[in-house]
């Protein structure tokens, strides 16, 4: 088998050494690094060649890339890196990956020309002052080839041992079995429809109902297609922690049903959040303070070596393997996305500015595939992937760390914010333009700011984490102001607190919103090879193909519920008002309509709230007048082990009620299948407050759509509320009880986006 790899990846691979250091160092953007290297090669003589195109073989392997720059005349071959502030303070990594793809560069030139030597520079230029600074060696071609030969060696033998995992892998997704003696009712039209949809390399939208096993019912088809579609990753994509379990325990049982206990040769990935895999979160990521990143590209080829002999790397294995070889997890974790065939993680690690999944496919051109779980989650979490705000009271935090250039910079943006502040003083205001000379003195101050950073004269200045941090949401709010259109829009929001520090006027959030993620996403989708999202509440289907950016050709698929009518009692409450002036009176009516119901069938139920503050009343009436019912409520400041508690007390057989809030971490993504859940009481429909900044989106969705208060409010209001009710039947031998208290769950609009299965009017399912 013959092998292609550019220089950089050879390199990447196999000659970064030392430490583990994010301390943040200001960097060139692309179009500085494009200037720097234009501008370095406008100063050399007649005769410089550019962007030299050398490649050259070593077996079965063959080397491709394009040195910067070439002076025939010196016999002297340069790498051009632009940088900004101190060259000194360069991490020690960086300078030797550069010297490594520059050596090749050289080895590469030796061999095309025929030469016993060459002369190497390494050519740093700091986009700041225009200053050039060479690194010069002189290198024998004999010493070059070694090297070169070296690494190629190092990187034929791992290519060799991942090629034969591919075949091995392939092979056995072939023979995939079917980890159950049959597909549940309505699995196998979502399996076929997958299949489908990831041999053909086609977007799939699935609206398939809670209870058939979505899970396993995505990820089989979607293995047994990879060797027909040539997949090299999948990705499986989830809003919550509960959904990538559900991924992890899937994956688990497909292998675990292989045909005479075979292994299925399948390298499973878990990528988790940096906060929640760290050790030493009290210390800074760089060698001179963690242990775990002091020497880490050291001790990497070991680790990685070693975690790849494991089949399931997620966070306890990935963390013991890390521990044992003295290295940072998080970031073991990221060097392993390369190597792994499936990836479970967060959205954001495909779908965000910067998502590392997304970076990692386009530069390796994988084949992926996609499998977006609970996808109703992604339109709401892609708009705030791309959204930005400033707060102006960051201004007056961070001034006092500033140097002279900073202040001034800041001066003259905080003159720009005032002018726009003094347009409606006081007032919420939206508008489809942004600020031109606010952003251009934002402008100004992101390139103040990163001369300060670079500048190592001043060090207690650089580790102030406040203007760190107002740098990165500075650079983050122009990046997405480069991406304003008709789907975004601007707004002026006045702060509530008081004036700090002696400082005249009014203070507000400048927010640059999203409204629409499609024209953000849409790229993300036709990168991949085929995209499956699913869900059980994707209607009506229009409202997601609008809001994702969706091919023309997507496959719509709606599969019918496996689950009888008679399985679940829906009641709606017509004498019951939940609107937010009518909540105080209805109270009483609420808590015996839930008491009633507890007196008919003792059990386990959950009650839904709009807010935390209602929850808080509706628990408090309930307990005040049947205080022999056991409750347990949601509170705001549960942390992942206090949300397992909760869902805990759901036990077979048991009876109590829980509160809680829709559309919080217990509305959707858990499981609770026999008695474990008998009715939920649902006191809302879920919609969002109508605010002013929801009545600018209900105005922009009528402009695009012609559905503001569909768009805005009802659709993702009932999609809540759906999967709300969704917790309680689970299985076909599931019964249970449903109680939307609200008179308006009676209106046609509003039954229209309910399940068509469930039957809501007369015998069982009316009013009582």
Same mark, same amino acid.
């Given at each position: 088998m013959t092998y292609t790899v550019a220089v950089r990846t050879l390199c990447e691979f196999t000659a970064k050494r030392g430490d583990l250091d994010l301390r943040f160092t200001p960097s060139p953007d692309a179009n500085e690094g494009r200037a720097g290297h234009l501008a370095i090669a406008s100063r050399r003589p007649n005769g410089y060649e550019t962007e030299i195109a050398l490649s050259g073989t070593f077996g079965a392997l063959t080397v491709r890339g394009r040195a910067d720059g070439y002076d025939p005349a010196a016999h002297r071959l340069e790498e051009f890196k632009t940088y900004r502030g101190d060259l000194d303070s360069m991490r020690e990594n960086q300078r030797a990956l550069h010297w490594a793809q520059l050596r090749v560069y050289g080895w590469l030139m030796c061999e095309r020309q025929r030469v016993d030597s060459i002369e190497l520079a390494l050519v740093y230029y700091d986009v700041g002052s225009g200053r050039e600074t060479a690194l010069v060696e002189h290198a024998s071609a004999a010493e070059l080839k070694r090297a070169f030969d070296d690494q190629c060696r190092r990187f034929v033998a791992w290519a060799e041992q991942e090629s034969a995992h591919r075949a091995t892998r392939d092979a056995a997704l072939a023979q995939l079995r079917l980890p159950h003696p049959s597909f549940r009712r309505g699995q196998r039209e979502l399996a076929e429809a997958v299949w489908r949809a990831a041999s053909q390399?086609?977007?799939?939208?699935?609206?398939?109902?809670?209870?058939?096993?979505?899970?396993?019912?995505?990820?089989?088809?979607?293995?047994?297609?990879?060797?027909?579609?040539?997949?090299?990753?999948?990705?499986?994509?989830?809003?919550?922690?509960?959904?990538?379990? %559900?991924?992890?325990?899937?994956?688990? @049982?497909?292998?675990?049903?292989?045909?005479?206990?075979?292994?299925?040769?399948?390298?499973?990935?878990?990528?988790?959040?940096?906060?929640?895999?760290? #050790?030493?979160?009290?210390?800074?990521?760089?060698?001179?303070?963690?242990?775990?990143?002091?020497?880490?590209?050291?001790?990497?080829?070991?680790?990685?070596?070693?975690?790849?002999?494991?089949?399931?790397?997620?966070r306890s294995t990935l963390a013991d393997v890390a521990r044992e070889h003295r290295v940072c997890p998080y970031y073991l974790g990221q060097e392993l996305a390369r190597w792994s065939d499936v990836i479970v993680g967060d959205y954001n690690y495909y779908f965000d500015t910067s998502a590392i999944l997304f970076m990692l496919a386009a530069h390796n051109q994988w084949c992926t595939a996609l499998l977006v779980d609970e996808a109703h989650n992604l339109p709401e979490r892609a708009r705030a992937m791309y959204s930005a705000e400033l707060a102006q009271t960051q201004i007056d935090a961070v001034r006092h760390s500033a140097n002279a250039p900073v202040k001034r910079a800041l001066?003259?943006?905080?003159?720009?914010?005032?002018?726009?502040?003094?347009?409606?003083?006081?007032?919420?205001?939206?508008?489809?333009?942004?600020?031109?000379?606010?952003?251009?003195?934002?402008? #100004? /101050?992101?390139? +103040?700011?990163?001369?300060?950073?670079?500048?190592?004269?001043?060090?207690?200045?650089?580790?102030?984490?406040?203007?760190?941090?107002?740098?990165?949401?500075?650079?983050?709010?122009?990046?997405?102001?480069?991406?304003?259109?008709?789907?975004?829009?601007?707004?002026? @929001?006045?702060?509530?607190?008081?004036?700090?520090?002696?400082?005249?006027?009014?203070?507000?959030?400048?927010?640059?919103?999203?409204?629409?993620? $499609?024209?953000?996403?849409?790229?993300?989708?036709?990168?991949?090879?085929?995209?499956?999202?699913?869900?059980?509440?994707? +209607?009506?289907?229009?409202?997601y193909a609008d809001m994702l950016g969706l091919p023309a050709d997507t496959v719509h698929l709606d599969i019918d519920a496996p689950?009888?009518?008679?399985?679940?009692?829906?009641?709606?409450?017509?004498?019951?008002?939940?609107?937010?002036?009518?909540?105080?009176?209805? /109270?009483?009516?609420?808590?015996?309509?839930?008491?009633?119901?507890?007196?008919?069938?003792?059990?386990?139920?959950?009650?839904?709230?709009?807010?935390?503050?209602?929850? #808080?009343?509706? $628990?408090? +009436?309930?307990?005040?007048?049947?205080?022999?019912?056991?409750?347990?409520?949601?509170?705001?400041?549960?942390?992942?082990? +206090?949300?397992?508690?909760?869902?805990?007390?759901?036990?077979?057989?048991?009876?109590?009620? &829980?509160?809680?809030?829709?559309? &919080?971490?217990?509305?959707?993504?858990?499981?609770?299948?026999?008695?474990?859940?008998?009715? @939920?009481?649902?006191?809302?429909?879920?919609?969002?407050? !109508?605010?002013?900044?929801?009545?600018? %989106?209900?105005?922009?969705?009528? @402009?695009?759509?012609?559905?503001?208060?569909?768009?805005?409010?009802?659709?993702?209001?009932?999609?809540?509320?759906?999967?709300?009710?969704?917790? !309680?039947?689970?299985?076909?031998?599931?019964? &249970?009880?449903?109680?939307?208290?609200?008179?308006?769950?009676?209106?046609?609009?509003?039954?229209?986006?309910?399940?068509?299965?469930?039957?809501?009017?007369?015998?069982?399912?009316?009013?009582?």
């Open positions: 390399g086609r977007c799939l939208l699935a609206q398939a109902p809670t209870g058939i096993g979505k899970t396993i019912g995505t990820l089989f088809p979607m293995l047994k297609a990879a060797p027909r579609a040539a997949l090299d990753k999948v990705f499986f994509l989830s809003a919550k922690s509960s959904g990538r379990q %559900l991924a992890l325990d899937a994956l688990d @049982t497909l292998a675990a049903a292989q045909p005479d206990g075979a292994t299925l040769p399948l390298r499973v990935l878990e990528l988790v959040a940096r906060d929640k895999s760290c #050790e030493h979160p009290d210390l800074a990521c760089h060698g001179e303070s963690c242990p775990l990143a002091r020497g880490f590209y050291d001790r990497l080829p070991a680790a990685r070596a070693a975690a790849l002999e494991h089949r399931r790397l997620d001066t003259r943006l905080q003159r720009h914010w005032n002018t726009l502040n003094a347009v409606q003083p006081g007032v919420y205001r939206a508008t489809d333009m942004l600020p031109s000379d606010l952003l251009a003195a934002l402008g #100004e /101050l992101i390139a +103040a700011l990163g001369d300060q950073f670079a500048e190592p004269a001043e060090p207690a200045l650089l580790r102030d984490p406040e203007l760190e941090r107002f740098y990165f949401d500075a650079l983050h709010f122009v990046r997405i102001a480069e991406r304003f259109d008709t789907q975004s829009l601007f707004d002026v @929001t006045p702060i509530a607190a008081p004036t700090t520090r002696g400082r005249r006027g009014p203070r507000t959030t400048l927010c640059i919103r999203n409204v629409v993620p $499609a024209g953000a996403l849409r790229a993300r989708i036709a990168a991949a090879h085929s995209v499956t999202l699913f869900s059980a509440t994707l +209607a009506p289907s229009h409202y689950f009888a009518a008679d399985q679940l009692e829906v009641h709606v409450a017509r004498r019951i008002s939940t609107r937010y002036r009518d909540r105080e009176r209805s /109270l009483d009516a609420l808590v015996e309509r839930i008491a009633t119901q507890y007196d008919a069938r003792p059990g386990n139920y959950l009650c839904f709230f709009s807010s935390y503050d209602y929850l #808080e009343r509706a $628990a408090n +009436a309930f307990v005040a007048r049947h205080p022999q019912v056991v409750t347990w409520r949601q509170s705001r400041t549960m942390d992942e082990a +206090a949300q397992h508690a909760f869902v805990a007390r759901f036990v077979e057989d048991g009876c109590g009620i &829980g509160f809680a809030v829709l559309g &919080g971490a217990f509305g959707e993504g858990i499981d609770l299948p026999g008695t474990r859940l008998i009715g @939920t009481f649902i006191a809302t429909l879920g919609m969002p407050q !109508v605010n002013p900044v929801n009545e600018q %989106l209900r105005a922009r969705m009528d @402009t695009l759509y012609g559905a503001g208060f569909d768009y805005t409010y009802l659709i993702p209001g009932l999609r809540k509320v759906v999967q709300a009710a969704g917790r !309680v039947i689970r299985t076909e031998r599931d019964r &249970g009880v449903v109680h939307l208290l609200d008179d308006r769950f009676a209106r046609a609009e509003v039954r229209a986006l309910l399940p068509g299965w469930w039957r809501i009017e007369g015998g069982r399912g009316g009013d009582v």
